[in-house]
């Protein structure tokens, strides 16, 4: 009975990570600005992210990901020098909520700047949220959310 019980239990928290697997968190935040440009198209195509756009002169990259809920999310990757900088756009809640969850572990500053919210992360840099209503479907936000890493994380080879 107790190996029955344990099993659920398994079973359970493995379909619900599986269902948020395509989703990005902090960690992959956290490892995507420390990679370079080329191992996050491996990271976020592995993920089921699809390349929308890829510029080699200006280091950008563009990727975009649909969910079967009606909703999407667009990750802008730019290089600069070994610097990264990442830009999510989504009206889906749950990329919010998952990100948010995730840096809520890790020790941080909040501030509400007008309508921008902002998280100061100890050793990896400011994140930017702005939140807006969406007008044909009030329950859907739409967020945009801006990463740019201090000036002692650089991405490497």
Do not use: W
Request: hydrophobic content about 35%.
């Amino acid at each position: 009975m107790k190996k029955i019980l344990i099993t659920l239990i398994f079973c359970c928290v493995a379909c619900v990570g599986f269902g948020q697997g395509k989703l990005i968190s902090y960690e992959e935040v956290n490892l995507m600005l420390h990679n370079n440009i080329n191992r996050n198209d491996s990271l976020l195509l592995g993920k089921g992210y699809t390349q929308k756009a890829k510029n080699e002169k200006k280091k950008t990259r563009e990727y975009t990901l649909a969910t079967n809920r009606g909703t999407f999310v667009n990750v802008a990757l730019r290089a600069d020098g070994r610097r990264m900088f990442i830009e999510v756009e989504t009206n889906d809640n749950q990329q919010y909520d998952i990100l948010i969850t995730s840096i809520k572990q890790y020790p941080y500053k909040k501030d509400d700047i007008g309508d921008v919210e902002v998280y100061v992360l100890k050793d990896l840099g400011s994140i930017y949220i702005t939140s807006n209503q969406n007008n044909p479907d009030p329950l859907k936000k739409y967020h945009l959310i801006q990463i740019a890493p201090d000036k002692n994380v650089m991405a490497y080879d």
